[in-house]
């Protein structure tokens, strides 16, 4: 064996620790512990939003309790991964870092933008502190602002936070006034291919979450490419840059 072996064993038992770091949590087993979520819990697992939301890597998710999410529960399933993913903010904030929230409105990007189907701002939350409360509330113009923060679940620092708020957020769509819960099933009038940047939507303003009249109904689940293509890209670069780094260290020795 040649002295450079050993170092290179441990530079590549590096990068595969680096790798399942990414899997660092499952948000099923973390609010498995919490049965005031479990209705949340669920949710998040029959719509998918559980898998996508562990392959973040600093991620905080905004749950409701079984006694606020029937309203939700109720929806079609392409409307509930809508609202989950804008449940799920792409940064870190445990209370701390909300207590420390300025007057001024902060503006945070949620796992429903990275879908690329957001609209009229429905991919960002603001949190603003009024008084000593602070509030969640969509970015989308004429959404209410009304879910309280209530306390911090649990953290696994810089990771994930789970905050648990007091209601649904509310998410205005450009017809009528808010989210209702009890409205009558949303169709989606068209499925974006799955590559469509989120910078890229068209400026036309179809909207996905009313009923279209006589819609085909040939609605297909438009979310499987997505998660597909998104996790084999993933795993390609990750074995690319595995064997560039081996071919490198190899020209080494
Ligand atoms: C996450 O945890 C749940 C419940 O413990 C388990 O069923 C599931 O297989 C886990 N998922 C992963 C990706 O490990």
Redesign the pocket.
């Known amino acids: 064996m040649s002295p450079m072996s050993s170092p290179i064993v441990a530079l590549f038992l590096t990068f595969f620790l680096l790798l399942s770091a990414a899997?660092a949590f499952?948000?099923?087993?973390i609010l498995?512990s919490f049965s005031d979520y479990s209705t949340f819990n669920d949710l998040l697992t029959q719509t998918g939003v559980?898998?996508e939301i562990?392959d973040k890597k600093s991620v905080t998710v905004l749950v409701v309790s079984n006694s606020q999410i029937s309203g939700l529960s109720s929806q079609p399933k392409d409307t509930i991964k809508k609202m989950l993913s804008i449940h799920v903010v792409l940064d870190y904030y445990d209370k701390a870092k909300v207590d420390k929230v300025p007057s001024k409105p902060l503006t945070l990007t949620t796992l429903y933008q990275q879908s690329g189907k957001a609209q009229n701002q429905q991919g960002f939350l603001t949190m603003t502190r009024v008084g000593k409360q602070v509030s969640f509330g969509s970015a989308a113009p004429g959404s209410s602002h009304d879910s309280i923060f209530v306390k911090q679940v649990t953290t696994q620092p810089y990771d994930i936070s789970v905050l648990e708020i007091s209601n649904v957020i509310n998410v205005a769509i450009t017809s009528s006034p808010s989210y209702a819960p009890n409205a009558s099933p949303p169709r989606k009038a068209l499925a974006p291919g799955p590559n469509k940047s989120p910078l890229a939507s068209p400026p036309k303003t179809t909207r996905s979450d009313i009923p279209a009249a006589d819609a085909p109904s040939t609605t297909t689940d438009s979310d499987a490419p997505d998660n597909t293509s998104a996790a084999s890209i993933a795993s390609a670069s990750a074995i690319l840059f595995i064997f560039a780094s081996a071919c490198f260290m190899l020209t080494m020795i």
């Open positions: 899997d499952n948000i099923t087993k498995g559980a898998s562990n």
